[in-house]
C-alpha cells in the first residue's frame, strides 16, 4: 500500500523521454510531400540525409526555443 503522496527528493537517472507524436508526424508528412526524392540526391555517402531531417525537424518541432 502507499504511503506517502508525494516525494520531495528529485532523484535524478538516464531515462530520456520525448513525445512520440511529433516524431510520428514528421515522419507521416515527410512521405506525403515526397520530400526523401528531393533531399536524398544531395547525399549518397555515411547516415542517410532524410533520417537527419526527420530527426531536426522533430525537434525543432517539440522544442520552442524561441525569444
Known amino acids: 500500500m502507499q504511503s506517502k503522496l508525494r516525494t520531495y527528493e528529485i532523484i535524478p537517472n538516464k531515462n530520456i523521454c520525448f513525445p512520440i507524436g511529433t516524431v510520428l508526424a514528421v515522419n ?3 512521405e506525403i510531400l515526397d520530400l ?3 533531399f536524398g540526391k544531395h547525399k549518397k555517402n555515411g547516415i542517410d540525409i532524410n533520417n537527419l531531417l526527420k530527426a531536426l525537424v ?3 518541432l517539440t522544442d520552442n526555443f524561441s525569444i
Open 28 to 30: 507521416q508528412l515527410y
Open 58 to 60: 522533430s525537434y525543432k
Open 36 to 38: 526523401p526524392s528531393v
